[in-house]
Every structure is written in structure tokens, then in C-alpha cells.
């Protein structure tokens, strides 16, 4: 599967852009995708998931009830819906997916075959 990453640019503190992660392959409905993003200077780090259904997203404690993340496994695309932005948030966000991974895998990058090419997030203050 083939993954194409979207929809950033800037925003002020406050605002809000929606992510769109679109997948190539007729079997990209039974992909978990996770985003992640590495902001200058520092690692990669876990920002959220979904499972194949929909059903079951995970988030990271820092974006936990400012982001959401979603699937149209019509359009084969996952969404990362970024609300109330913060400086903190800027970074270069990346789309990943894998068909087989685990709970226990979900929230490392290592742990996903497929990644698309990241876009750019930046929060002004």
C-alpha cells in the first residue's frame, strides 16, 4: 500500500487543520494507521491511531481530546482532525499503516511497514 500524506500548512495558536492520509491498494481497509510527527531536533513520536473497522482509535496523552482521528474505507483515506493548535504541535506529520500490528506495537513508529511522505504542521503563537 501506498500512502499520501496532506493538508497541512500554518495556523495560528487555537486553530484548527484536518490531515488527510490517502492509501493506493484495495486492502488498505484492513490496515491499522497510525499518525506521527518529529518536530526539529527531536524524535518521532506517536500521535494517534486507528484500527481497520474504525471502531478503535488511540491517542497520545498529549493530544488526547484535541485531535481526532477518523477512516472512510470508501475513499480509503484516514483523517487526523487537529483542533485548539499549540505551538507545540508544530512539526512534520507523517501517516503509517501496517496489517498486522498488535496493541502492544501500536504507538512505535518501527512497528508500521507502510509510510507515506510527511507534511509540514506550524502553530504560531
Known amino acids: 500500500v501506498q500512502l499520501q500524506a496532506s493538508g497541512g500548512g500554518l495556523v495560528q495558536a487555537g486553530g484548527s487543520l484536518r490531515l488527510s492520509c490517502a492509501a493506493s491498494?484495495?486492502?488498505?481497509?484492513?490496515?491499522?494507521v497510525g499518525w506521527f510527527r518529529q518536530a526539529p531536533g527531536k524524535e518521532r513520536e506517536f500521535v494517534a491511531a486507528?484500527?481497520?473497522?474504525?471502531?478503535?482509535?488511540y491517542y497520545a496523552d498529549s493530544v488526547k481530546g484535541r485531535f481526532a482521528i477518523s477512516r472512510d474505507n470508501v475513499k480509503n483515506t484516514v483523517y487526523l482532525q487537529m483542533n485548539s493548535l499549540r505551538p507545540e504541535d508544530t512539526a512534520v506529520y507523517y501517516c503509517?499503516?501496517?496489517?498486522?500490528?498488535?496493541?502492544?506495537?501500536?504507538?512505535?513508529?518501527?512497528?508500521?511497514?507502510?509510510w507515506g511522505q510527511g507534511t509540514q504542521v506550524t502553530v504560531s503563537s
Open positions: 486507528i484500527r481497520s473497522s474504525g471502531g478503535v482509535s
Open positions: 491498494g484495495r486492502t488498505f481497509r484492513t490496515y491499522t
Open positions: 503509517a499503516a501496517d496489517s498486522q500490528i498488535i496493541l502492544s506495537s501500536i504507538r512505535i513508529g518501527t512497528s508500521y511497514d507502510h
